[in-house]
């Protein structure tokens, strides 16, 4: 093995990945479990590491592979502490004429029945050597599944595109992408309940995490002979960092840190009878049994330490390769902890029990107990890492309007699911101009309504509607289980295997939120696992996780029946004007309305005698187009309703490489949409017309088109309003990577400022 020079090109590589580690400086895992590690390109991770290892005063070296490793003492007997940093991942193999990025799995064959599936319309980033750029996986949109004859598998990888923004594979390229770069979901480790952790590759982290915290003091091992720690790449293809670390070091003696395979997997892959919470696992092989050797010896510490820990029977770590491969030193042991739905972005482990397993390695090394506790937690990967700490985004955000560009960051990062809109709505408010704020009402429906203009007598005015829904799609919690989970129901319509395997937020009506683990449907790690019929029908139901074991320890937590849940979001530009979040459904058309009443202003009534305007944030639309119908039925009762209705919602766009493009086929970023046809509601050929004529009279970019699902307008005709939809273009509707362009929206307001003037 060649050692690392002082670690010069190793800082060089490391950018601003992590803080120079100092003498005594514990390793940062909210920066360090966010470096994307895929097999065979684990190099920055690799480097991170080997700078905080040099940082506790050791003198790390690196090989061929990329490994990692420290050696302390001298003489037998020859320790030898592993674990592996790489995960599962995608690398670019191709960039088509489209700007589409094309992937191959890594390992190439996939980890589970269901590991391509789960990234289908997720948040990516594609990590360049200059920064990541934010993008996301296509996925079908639910809207357009009616008018599919034959949709594509969402369960294979060659239906797997990464979508930057981009228009064009130059665009693309020009942007920093490239063939090989690696991609990763975009989800950072979460909370979950009080004290778990959940993410994807959260059980190829707390290995590795585990074994850097105990390294701290490692220069003051009391041990005899020689320790070596290793930090070996590319595990999930073959164990050749392994390989090259056993071929290279032989030892007396070998504990793997890390997921523990058991030999019989319970349900989920799991270790039976072994949950989140439970301790730590030693895993034996046949090369030792529990009966002695070094598992023994481990329980045997563990015990005398008062470490809740228990015996397992386990697969070795895996070796691959040609030619003759290295053998396990005949002591040898594993240890981990127990998790959750593994290899999936919803794995799930106890933060107290990596703390147990640290403690357990500090015991075995010989070096001073760290003291940890859930006050005192080195391992909360999940609190937002320190300004400047992370890789830099290559993406910028553009918009045509700063001010536009703050409301729609506002309102689709609120979180508010059908039913449960309050913190929608406070948002609407928090945006609303002052003079506006003063006027809007709560109706008995949950609606917020603003009415701009009254009657004048001897003045014939137009009494128009503007209608866009507050709601988003999500879950509500049906049942408290005695093991403490959570039944959950979903709330409006969506291809359920976005979500499931994912992980949640549980939101609480005071405003904080918890998070959760959603589970996968029986079988989903068995051969020949098919997933249930793709499309929501509203009764199927699913199970969170919450990081407790009974009904009571979940009910502290604060969570009760009729709790909403969502994925958490974030909003992320992509190139040009392009962003990416969950629910731009339908925050984009409140976005809309909310600069369209900015750019009315307080005179409006003055400037327009006898025009009577209404703007209408509605709910429940998701699950039944409730709210807005319930406010149809209540003003025409009344005598009054309007004279005309502009429902604003999304417009699902058919510009994807998995949709058939025979119908809505209008791109992002070339102009607002007149929805002319859905499946609820079709425009008048004279009002489509009419609404295109104004828009170019004003130079806003228009589209008209066909799409499909419904929206409010649908509920207003009865009542004898003339309605008309608009949108703007929107790729993979409802799926937790959605996509607009903020040019669409700021002409979206500007038209609805036109219609309110001049219609």
Known sequence: MRSCAPLVAAAAVLGTIASPAFAGTPPDFSVLSRIVAVSGYEQQLSAAIAHQLQGQGLHPHTDNMDDVWVSVGSG?????????IDQPG????????????????????????????LNFAQPVYVVTPKGLLNGGFAGLSVHLAPGHLNPPSMSHVGNLYV???????????????????????????????ADDEAGAAAGDRFGWEALL?????????????????AFVTQQWLGGRGLSRVLTELPANEMIFVGRINPRSPAAGGTVAGALPGDGVLIGTTQQASASHGLPEALMKLALAHHIAARTVSARPPVIGGFGPKPHLPQQFALLGVPTLFPVTPAETFSRADLRKLTRLLQVYLGVPVTPMSAARDPFDAARPPGPGSGQPLLDQARAPSAHLLKTLQTMTTAYGASGHEQGAREAILSRLPAWARRLAHVDPAGNLVLHIGHAVPGVHGQSILFDAHMDEIGYQVTHIKRDGELVVRELGGFYGRYYLGHVMLVHLPDGRSVGAALGLPA??????????????????????????????????LGIRVGDFLTMPKIYRPLLGSHFEIRSIDDRAGDTALIEAVRALGPDFAREHPGRQLTFLWATREEVGLQGAAAYAARVAKLGREPDVVFAVDMFVSSQSPLETGRYGDQPLGHGFVVRAVDL????????????VALARAHHIPVQYGITGGGNDAAVYTRYGADAVALGWPTKYSHSPAEQSDTKDIYGLSRICTVLAKDW
């Open 76 to 84: 037998s007997p020859h320790r030898l502490i592993v674990a592996a």
């Open 680 to 691: 609820s509601h079709i425009d008048s050929p004279a009002d489509v017309a009419h609404v």
């Open 523 to 556: 079988g989903w790690d068995r051969p020949g696992f098919k997933w249930p019929p793709a499309l929501s029908t509203l009764s199927e139901s699913a199970d969170a996780y919450v990081g407790t074991d009974s009904r009571a320890a979940t009910e502290r």
């Open 213 to 229: 915290e105990a390294t701290q003091e490692l220069a003051h091992t009391r041990a005899r002979g020689t320790t070596t720690v």
């Open 90 to 117: 995608y690398v670019v193999g191709a960039i088509n004429e489209q700007g589409y990025l094309r992937v191959q799995r890594l390992p190439q064959r996939k980890p589970n029945p269901v590991f391509d599936t």
């Open 163 to 193: 979508d930057i923004g981009a228009n064009s594979a130059a665009q693309a390229r020009a942007a920093g992408a490239d063939i090989l770069e690696p991609v990763q979901l975009a989800q950072p480790p979460i909370t979950v309940g």
